[in-house]
């Protein structure tokens, strides 16, 4: 066993050096190849290197959060990183990087490196994603729900996968805590906005028994409905693309849970540029049909496929699959809805925001765009009890 | 570490004498503790030990079923029997027997010994049990499953139990096959039935493509809603009574699961012995209200007390809290409704059936119990989605 050691550019070099299958994907000497830092998301670091014969992507868990090195974490989170990618690898094949290499005792991986793929929030920031990239976040989505749920094989190969995410609690944490209740709590010192513009609106939000009562109802749903292994962060910063080659990345905070959670953070991603984008709401709306359209062709395909394979649905005849299916996406598009509305909120008013607004020209449009978020957000959540299609979400909408 | 081997009567007399704790509860010299094995269920070996000073209750795994040597069967069930003990005990006090030894090598448990209590499936059969017993298993059951539920705890110490239970796939397994499909598959060899009086109602159980929906939905219940930590199997030869002192047994089932589970497999008990006793169909209608008071209160009484000590609710005002626990109430009838109906049919045409229908005095009076028991079942399972209160679920009652 090696001693955690918190790998530097050199640290890097001399680690792949001495792994032989990296060393080998990489070719020629070690001091010829390039490495670069890119760490970009809020957790962990991440280095790209490059050799004459292709390229890693390197990640490392450092003991604390890497943009606050206050707050402290245990290193194990690229352990459910991997665990996530190799349960999930044989469902979505060329729609995840491929992992090469995990080591559990310095808690780092190694993968396919992607370029010249561009993390997707900055591609739709700097114009160059190509309109129609949800179908294939639709085809992952799917895939992975389905075929990790309890309609695809024995109740005890999915409890031990449950068994062994439930220990991903300091990441599970991170969302009961900044996504379904932070930003709903008066006070609370992790919540930030633009002050004074928006403190009216997040006064409501903040004093809101009807809304309160929604999210309690989606804490639970959040916590006690473990349907499928989900990403758990599937954001427009969990994705990258390439012209029609995308990829989901940065499983670390995966668990069983609601299928409609990944797809509810997907879709408030959307929305969520949407509104600072006033000028795309009918290209991201499309998105979101595209995204549920082929959500649903992939998970209602496997289901006629192999939906006798597990332990739930065993007893039913044809007519009474398509009957369940019918019932399972209404109940998904629900959960689906207030999901992207928590999303929404969170991205605006709570700790980790996000870089779409920076697409206003001025503070006070600025405002105005988060403003209409918040309010998009509150009304999905409020809604979402009753939200059953794709039509009815997209009835919704009101930016 | 201590090779496992099954212990025989003058076993257990050297364990005993070989473990402190346990000799100094029984007294005297081990030559003169009486041991007598009554072994009762289907699973374990079961000895009573008493000597001067007290009594216990022994419990020991068998490498297989005990009613069935060819159906090998791993040791830890009785690892499982005790973690439940454990987990609940602090919540139920009186209620259940006090565990004082746990021996992981030898899977065998002792506890405190229950004399003069009979199992009230035999005390009711010979009519020696007080009417109102289910006023405690309502508050055992109210009590257990709100303080093992997310509402009670931080997330992180519910999901330990959850991955603990649900490495329990052995009995689990014995659930989702015995309750939740065999008795609804044509050509299964473990159902079996009073043939040819049952044929035709059987037939129909088996080929009822809307049963079949309705039977799926309670698999998708039991398998992916793990409100608390459930019993598993609270039967009425799950618990022993002795006037008004009432006590719970055999947790070995133990999991996380949907609270009207436990609360469902106990009415489905309560309707089976009124379908064989017709005469007592409005004690066990009284018996059902009592029980579901006594859930309800003790259920209520603890979240308004504690129900913000848990990720799930802890947003809630008082009259946010007031209608969730009304919501909550409603979707745990729903789920007894349904349960209570596996249970009345698979204890009737299953595997593991019921001694109840003993009481009726010929084999066409029995047929004619069975076939009752069998339509009641039926009758809740497809109704179970619109019972929400214990006044929907009586009108339900067509024995």
Redesign the interface.
């Known amino acids: 066993m090696t001693a955690y050691r918190t790998l530097d550019i050199e640290g890097w070099r001399a680690y792949l050096a001495s792994t032989p299958d990296l060393a080998s994907r990489l070719g020629g000497r070690s001091e010829g190849w390039q490495l670069r830092e890119v760490s970009d998301g809020n957790l962990n670091n991440v280095f790209l290197v490059s050799g004459p014969l292709g390229g890693l992507c390197c990640k490392q868990s450092l003991p604390h959060v890497r943009v606050d090195p206050d707050w402290k974490m245990p290193l194990t989170r690229t352990d459910f990183e991997a665990r996530y990618m190799r349960a999930v690898a044989p469902h979505v094949g060329h729609l995840m990087p491929a992992l090469y290499h995990f080591d559990p005792d310095l808690h780092l991986l190694a993968m396919e490196s992607l370029t010249p793929h561009r993390v997707l929030r900055g591609a739709l920031a700097t114009g160059v994603a190509a309109a129609g990239f949800s179908a294939r976040i639709g085809e992952y989505v799917g895939r992975a729900a389905f075929l990790t749920s309890?309609r695809a094989r024995p109740?005890?190969a999915?409890?031990?996968q449950?068994?062994?995410f439930?220990?991903n609690?300091t990441l599970?944490?991170i969302t009961?805590d900044l996504v379904?209740?932070a930003p709903?709590?008066a006070g609370c010192k992790r919540n930030h906005w633009l002050s004074p513009e928006l403190d009216d609106i997040v006064g409501e939000l903040q004093s809101d028994?009807q809304l309160?009562?929604a999210?309690?109802r989606l804490?639970?749903r959040f916590?006690?409905?473990?349907?499928a292994l989900l990403h758990g962060d599937l954001h427009t910063g969990s994705i990258m693309v390439d012209g029609d080659d995308v990829r989901v990345i940065d499983g670390e905070f995966a668990l069983y849970g609601p299928i409609g959670f990944d797809a509810g953070l997907y879709v408030g991603n959307l929305l969520l540029h949407a509104a600072a984008n006033p000028g795309r709401l009918d290209w991201m709306c499309d998105e979101i049909e595209t995204f549920w359209r082929h959500f649903e062709r992939n998970y209602r395909t496997l289901w006629s496929e192999r939906g006798r394979s597990g332990?739930?649905?065993?007893?039913?005849?044809d007519?009474?699959q398509q009957?369940?299916q019918v019932a399972a996406c209404h109940a998904i598009m629900k959960d689906l809805t207030g999901f992207a509305g928590l999303e929404m909120i969170r991205r605006t008013i709570g700790y980790a925001q996000v870089s779409d607004y920076d697409a206003r020209p001025n503070r006070a449009e600025r405002a105005e765009a988060m403003r209409e978020a918040l309010m998009q957000g509150r009304a999905l959540i409020l809604h979402a009890g009753r939200t059953e299609t794709p039509g009815a979400l997209l009835d919704l909408i009101t930016l």
């Open positions: 309890w109740f005890e999915v409890t031990e449950v068994a062994a439930a220990a609690t599970t944490r009961v379904l209740t709903y709590r028994p309160a009562s999210v309690s804490q639970e916590l006690t409905a473990p349907q332990d739930i649905g065993a007893l039913l005849d007519s009474g009957q369940a």
